[in-house]
T-cell receptor, first 113, second 117 residues
């Protein structure tokens, strides 16, 4: 079974631009979560989507948004990029059952200059 | 609020020796606990989880973890370390379902494990 895939793997953007990251979950997984990883803040939860609905959201500004499609693929968007948005963005997929573990993709490394 | 603490930034172990990576947690209700490992430029790989049942949980690559409710700990262990175990290890707890946590994981800061030949 194929794992979680994320595209692109690397991105370089300029302050003020916007960016869209994509995530394809493991087949059969309907829950997709996004996390931001930085050296200073560690791993922080952005949001989770299940059946095209956002179920939970972390403490991030409204510039961070996401969506999920009917095939469970998910995208996250960051508008008006800031230098502090430079991070590794990780996507994780899971079954709906909260006792089930999440499986992570390789991440998208975003650099904002 | 749910939280996880990993008190050691780095753990150094000689190859062949047992290793322990520490994790303590604070949750309301029953904890759902997880360990993940991250290799350079990679995502997180699932190692093991505790949901209920036996306090000793066995996982991937020879790792195991001991759940201790009275000490609110979930330490990761391996009887004999390998150089290839060198990586960043994260302990995580599922957020409270009562607050709509669903699949939200709260991570510790991570512990870098260095296994020396």
């Amino acid at each position: 079974k194929a794992g979680v895939t994320q595209t692109p793997r690397y991105l370089i953007k300029t302050r003020g631009q916007q960016v869209t990251l994509s995530c394809s979950p493991i087949s059969g997984h309907r829950s997709v979560s996004w996390y931001q990883q930085t050296p200073g803040q560690g791993l922080q939860f952005l949001f989770e989507y299940f059946s095209e609905t956002q179920r939970n959201k972390g403490n991030f500004p409204g510039r961070f948004s996401g969506r999920q499609f009917s095939n469970s693929r998910s995208e996250m968007n960051v508008s008006t990029l800031e230098l502090g948005d430079s991070a590794l963005y990780l996507c994780a997929s899971s079954l709906a059952d909260p006792t089930y573990e999440q499986y992570f993709g390789p991440g998208t490394r975003l650099t904002v200059t | 609020a749910q939280s996880v603490a990993q008190p050691e930034d780095q753990v150094n172990v000689a190859e062949g020796n047992p290793l322990t990576v520490k994790c303590t947690y604070s949750v309301s209700g029953n904890p759902y606990l997880f360990w993940y490992v991250q290799y350079p430029n990679r995502g997180l790989q699932f190692l093991l989880k505790y949901i209920t049942g036996d306090n000793l949980v066995k996982g991937s690559y020879g790792f195991e973890a001991e759940f201790n409710k009275s000490q609110t700990s979930f330490h990761l262990k391996k009887p004999s370390a390998l150089v290839s175990d060198s990586a960043l290890y994260f302990c995580a707890v599922r957020d409270s379902l009562f607050s709509g946590g669903y699949n939200k994981l709260i991570f510790g800061a991570g512990t870098r494990l260095a296994v020396h030949p």
